[in-house]
């Protein structure tokens, strides 16, 4: 079955980074968009980061533009997402998503940015 697995959240303090990755298996990784995005206490999940299945477009929201990349490997199905100059506001679960006509979520990992 197709499972996104996330790992590297944790604690840190402002100004600190962080690097996501997202183990994808159980499909075509190559073939599939994958997104990035996050949810934080009582607020609607939001995208924060997007790439094209082939790595060579990137998109992101305006909140992280200039301190977060999002890249991807497709050889070793796994995708990233790099936060520098990490905000008490980036404070949320960040979740991997792989689209095609179908898509696919990980369970999360949690990003706390203490002040």
């Known amino acids: 079955q197709v499972q996104l697995v996330e790992s590297g959240g944790g604690l840190v303090q402002t100004g600190g980074s962080l690097r996501l990755s997202c183990a994808a298996s159980g499909l075509s990784f190559s073939r599939y968009a994958m997104n990035w995005y996050r949810q934080a206490p009582g607020k609607e999940r939001e995208l924060v980061a997007a790439?094209?299945?082939?790595?060579?477009?990137?998109n992101y929201a305006d909140s992280v533009k200039g301190r977060f990349t999002i890249s991807r490997d497709n050889d070793k199905n796994m995708g990233y997402l790099q936060m520098n100059s990490l905000k008490p506001e980036d404070t949320a679960v960040y979740y991997c998503?792989?689209?095609?006509?179908?898509?696919?979520w990980g369970q999360g990992t949690q990003v706390t940015v203490s002040s």
């Open positions: 998503n792989a689209r095609r006509w179908d898509s696919y």
């Open positions: 790439i094209t299945d082939t790595g060579t477009r990137a």
